[in-house]
């Protein structure tokens, strides 16, 4: 069965710091890795898309790696906002292109 | 504006009663998709269109229905049979089915009376 789980499942930084959310999953075959970040009560933004061929990717202060080969995945944040308070979800799309989401991550950013 | 709207915003339904949910996109998206989204789970998928006229079965389609009659619109139908429809439901679309990135509705909270 395909799974994707996320660590932790809620964080709490101050204002300023960086912070790495993990994404390990079981998907096979491997098509491709997005993370999404979802406000409360809003629908998810994309961040970054990942080939299999990719092992990072940044948009801004958020940069995405992927390991194909462990099936791990990380979202590091640099100089965390206030505005970066939300859900971190972790999406993998295997060969059925079907995608499997994660439970997110719950990120609390504190002044 | 391009992009995906859905409506309502909040929807409260009565039981044995069934209810529409509305999703609407002007990005001239080929795939639609409906999701569900329940406390501290990941977006369970419900039905997902590639095309006109065209849709499948997602993992828990029991208890929903779906037309894709229009490009632009896939509305949900959340009928009787659905036992627990309490849920916060996300439209979502995407230039096709194939590695490509779907772009999410602002949701629609069902709550049950």
């Known amino acids: 069965k395909n799974q994707v789980e996320q660590s932790p499942q809620s964080l709490i930084i101050l204002e300023g710091k960086n912070c790495t959310l993990q994404?390990?999953?079981?998907?096979?075959?491997?098509?491709?890795l997005r993370w999404y970040k979802q406000d409360t009560g809003r629908g998810p933004v994309s961040l970054t898309i990942m080939t299999f061929s990719e092992n990072t990717k940044s948009n801004g202060r958020y940069t995405a790696t992927l390991d194909a080969d462990t099936k791990q995945s990380s979202l590091h944040i640099t100089a965390s906002q206030l505005s970066d308070s939300a859900s971190y979800i972790c999406?993998?799309?295997?060969?059925?292109?079907?995608?499997?989401f994660g439970r997110g991550t719950s990120l609390i950013v504190h002044p | 504006d391009g992009g995906i709207t859905q409506s309502p915003k909040y929807l409260f339904r009565k039981e044995g009663q069934n209810v529409t949910l509305s999703c609407e996109q002007n990005l001239n998206h080929d795939a639609m998709y409906w999701y569900r989204q329940d406390p501290g789970q990941g977006l369970r998928l419900i039905y997902y269109?590639?095309?006109?006229?065209?849709?499948q079965k997602g993992d828990i389609a029991e208890g929903y229905s779906v037309s894709r009659e229009k490009k632009e619109s896939f509305p949900l139908t959340v009928t009787s049979a659905q036992k627990n429809p309490t849920a916060f439901y996300l439209c979502?679309?995407?230039?096709?089915?194939?590695?490509?990135?779907?772009?999410f509705g602002p949701g629609t909270r069902l709550l049950v009376l």
């Open positions: 269109s590639q095309i006109v006229n065209d849709f």
């Open positions: 994404c390990n999953y079981t998907v096979s075959p491997f098509s491709n």
């Open positions: 979502a679309s995407s230039i096709g089915v194939v590695q490509e990135t779907q772009y």
């Open positions: 999406v993998v799309t295997g060969g059925s292109y079907i995608p499997t």
